[in-house]
Structure formats: C-alpha cells, structure tokens
C-alpha cells in the first residue's frame, strides 16, 4: 500500500474519531453539565436552607432552655404582649419610668385607634394598639435617661413621635410624645 494512501486512511479514521468524539461529547456530556449544574445550585440553596432552619431551631431550643417551660414562655411573653388594653398598666409604667428617669408628666391623652379585622385563617393574629400623647418636662439627660427606658420596658412601646417645646440653655425641656403600646387581640 502506498504511503501516502495510508497516511489518508490514518487521518480520515482520526478525523471520524474525533468527529464521533465531538458527537458524543455534545450529545451526553454537554446536557449532562447544564443539569449538574442545577442539581449544584439546588443541593447549595438546599444547604442554605439547612443552616437557616438549624439556626431557628437552635434559637427556639435556646428560648426553651433559658425560659424553662410553655407555660413560663408564654407568661413572659404576656407581659410583652398583652391580651388587653391594660390602660391602667400602660400609665403605671409610664409614671414609674418618669420618676425612676426623674422628668415630670404634665398632661396625658389615651386614644384607642380602629382595630383592623383579620382572616380567622391566619396564622400571625392582628395586633391593636394604644396610643398615648403626653408631655414631659425635665432636664436633657432626664428625658433621654426616660426615652431609654421606654426603649427597654417589658411592654412593647415605641416612640412614634417626639416633639420639643421651648426651653433655654440650662432650663428644664418641654418634650411632646407618642407612644403606641400594642397588646394582642
């Protein structure tokens, strides 16, 4: 056979190979790739996933540990949140925090805002509100010792509003306030 013949043959059996290799490879290897490359970026949303609710169970187990009970748990947190108004409670506490914070209240206004109605299917029940508009009078470090504290009380408060009133250098300050405490319904 003639050497330039076979050195044809030779090339035209590599270029087959390879041409079948290209074939195969585009055919199994490529589609397999994308789909290990979904099967990655589920097994890694996956393990996201994982650590995030370990970390929630943890915390739940955490809160087990440290408030003992359901029962103590659920006491606990009816102080934070509690199942009524509890007006009277609302200014207890807000005439504590003003003597402990040594700053005075001169007027207090309660308003009881619409209570919004929920589906009896949800899981997160509504939340009211009570809204107290009141004014202190009292020195700077005073009413910021005072709204520190009402930052820290048991009872969820927030200070919606904060308005100052006068006051010279030196002189007692005059502060408007809103606070909102919430209870469940």
Known sequence: MNPALRRLIGVTISMSFFLGA???????????????QELRGERNALSTLLEVESARIETVRRLFEEYGSVSTLQSTLGKALPRAEE??????????MAKASDVTISSLD????????G???DVIKPVGKVQVTFTVTGDYK??????????????VMD????????????????????VSAYYQL
């Open 22 to 36: 290209l074939v195969l490879f585009f055919a199994f290897i490529v589609p397999t790739a994308s789909e290990i």
């Open 87 to 96: 007006v009277p409670g609302i200014i207890n506490q807000l005439n504590g």
């Open 110 to 117: 309660i308003n009881l805002p619409a209570i919004k109605a």
């Open 119 to 121: 589906n009896k299917e």
């Open 142 to 155: 005073s009413i910021k010792s005072y709204l520190d504290s009402i930052e820290t009380n048991v009872r």
């Open 159 to 178: 200070v919606e509003k904060l308005g100052l009133q006068g006051g010279a250098e030196g002189t007692t300050l005059s502060y408007n306030i809103v």
